[in-house]
């Protein structure tokens, strides 16, 4: 089983920028595609952005697409996400996730991921 740690978390003023770390064990990354999720208090866990497995196509929420770039360096077995111009809503607790072996039938859907990281804290200030 794949375990996923997340790092660079922290606290940042709406507009800024910040950028979350993956690093996951094993010798599998490379065949999986892996995704970022938040989860805010008394909300449900939402998607942010997913990476084909690759790195060769990329899909977002409309609510960051423009704004956060999602990326892979599958020597390292990382997946990032960098994050700009941050807003205050978008405080929350941001998940590394990997995808179940195969194609994705909702990139969105949590039940799509089958390993998770403990997460790490954004908190954006207005």
């Known amino acids: 089983q794949v375990q996923l740690k997340e790092s660079g978390g922290g606290l940042v003023q709406a507009g800024g920028s910040l950028s979350v770390s993956c690093a996951a064990s094993g010798r599998t990354f490379s065949s999986y595609n892996m995704g970022w999720f938040r989860q805010a208090p008394g909300k449900e866990r939402e998607f942010v952005a997913v990476i084909t497995w690759k790195g060769g196509y990329t899909y977002y929420a409309d609510s960051v697409k423009g704004r956060f770039i999602i990326s892979r360096d599958n020597a390292k077995s990382t997946v990032n996400l960098q994050m700009n111009n941050l807003k205050p809503e978008e405080t929350a607790v941001y998940y590394c996730?990997?995808?179940?072996?195969?194609?994705?039938?909702?990139?969105?859907?949590?039940?799509?991921?089958?390993?998770w990281g403990q997460g790490t804290q954004v908190t954006v200030s207005s």
């Open positions: 996730a990997r995808a179940q072996y195969g194609a994705i039938v909702n990139r969105a859907s949590p039940n799509e991921y089958d390993s």
